[in-house]
């Protein structure tokens, strides 16, 4: 079992910045891979970040490349999203997934509003 707690989101004025932090805890080894995603009212979930935690492979949704950075930090279990010139469109609720062997694990999520 894998628990994921999120935190770091709040109120941001357009072009500023914030920091989303990831924390995982429980039986965390052997998880293969974990994501930001984020989920706006009506609209449909979207992979925002993800990154493989064997190597540290990073991949970006086309809207966010150049403004957020996926980052890890092994020795404190911690998951970050880095997340610079921020825009109005970036306002959702920003969730933790972690993929372990055959499980799919998801944190509570944590909301991002961006004021124009």
């Known amino acids: 079992q894998v628990q994921l707690v999120e935190s770091g989101g709040g109120l941001v004025q357009a072009g500023g910045s914030l920091r989303l932090s990831c924390t995982a805890s429980g039986s965390i080894f052997s998880i293969n891979r974990m994501r930001w995603y984020r989920q706006a009212p009506g609209k449909q979930r979207e992979l925002v970040a993800a990154?493989?935690?064997?190597?540290?492979?990073?991949t970006y949704a086309d809207s966010v490349k150049g403004r957020f950075t996926i980052s890890r930090d092994n020795a404190k279990s911690t998951l970050y999203l880095q997340m610079n010139s921020l825009k109005p469109e970036d306002t959702a609720v920003y969730l933790c997934?972690?993929?372990?062997?055959?499980?799919?694990?998801w944190g509570q999520g944590t909301q991002v509003t961006v004021s124009s």
């Open positions: 990154v493989i935690t064997d190597g540290g492979s990073t």
């Open positions: 997934n972690a993929l372990q062997r055959y499980k799919d694990y």
